[in-house]
């Protein structure tokens, strides 16, 4: 079964520091890892990963894949109170069967609170 | 807003009922999903439709099913419901989801929450 494992499941800071999430995954037939910014409402796509060593970025959030270790981080730096919300980790894979079976399993997310 | 569009907003009901909850994906998008999140489950995949046809299942009951109709709106259906269905329910819609695509990001309704009592 598809497992994807998130840390931390919380965490707390200081506006301006720089926070770190961890996302890793086993995943059968793996195509695609996403990160997702969910706040109350309906998640948010941020990033969508598909090889390794590649990083990308959005302004003051970036990720980056390593498949070989299979793991994927996601940093914020000078974090602001905006960015509270739940971080989560999805990754996509084909399943034993292959072919046109795609689907995402989450993990459990991490939720980031930024105190002014 | 992400295109996607879902109805009702909020749903109300008594165990043993059953409701339709209705999901429009963004156009040109021809994939929806849906998911199940719960607090202590976190986002749970349901199952997907392409164009009409079922693709993949994930932690679906049976009491639960899907459709997909020819204009690609599509219907979640839960009966028998229990007091453990009372959750937050998402659909997400995609361009297109086969091998020979780019996975695309899936683009999320801002979802229908069901309660239950």
């Known amino acids: 079964e598809d497992k994807v494992v998130q840390s931390p499941l919380s965490l707390v800071v200081h506006e301006g520091d720089t926070v770190t999430l961890n996302c890793s995954y086993e995943v059968t037939n793996f195509r695609s890892l996403l990160w997702y910014k969910q706040e109350k409402k309906a998640p948010t796509f941020l990033f969508m990963l598909t090889s390794s060593g590649i990083e990308k970025k959005s302004g003051r959030l970036s990720s980056i894949l390593d498949k070989k270790e299979l793991f994927s981080i996601l940093n914020i730096t000078a974090t602001q109170t905006g960015d509270s919300a739940i971080y989560l980790c999805a990754v996509g894979g084909l399943g034993h069967s292959g072919g046109s079976n795609y689907k995402l399993t989450f993990g459990k997310g991490t939720l980031l609170t930024v105190n002014p | 807003d992400s295109g996607v569009t879902q109805t009702p907003k909020h749903l109300i009901t008594a165990t043993g009922q059953r409701v339709t909850l209705r999901c429009s994906p963004r156009?040109?998008?021809?994939?929806v999903y849906w998911y199940q999140q719960s607090l202590d489950q976190g986002l749970q995949f349901l199952i997907q439709?392409?164009?009409?046809?079922?693709?993949a299942k994930g932690n679906i009951l049976e009491r639960f099913s899907a459709q997909q109709f020819p204009d690609l709106h599509s219907e979640l259906n839960l009966s028998s419901l229990e007091l453990g269905d009372s959750a937050l329910y998402f659909c997400?819609?995609?361009?297109?989801?086969?091998?020979?695509?780019?996975?695309?990001?899936?683009?999320f309704g801002p979802g229908t929450r069901l309660t239950v009592l």
């Open positions: 439709y392409y164009n009409g046809e079922e693709r």
């Open positions: 997400a819609s995609s361009v297109a989801h086969s091998a020979g695509a780019s996975y695309n990001e899936q683009f």
């Open positions: 156009s040109g998008d021809l994939s």
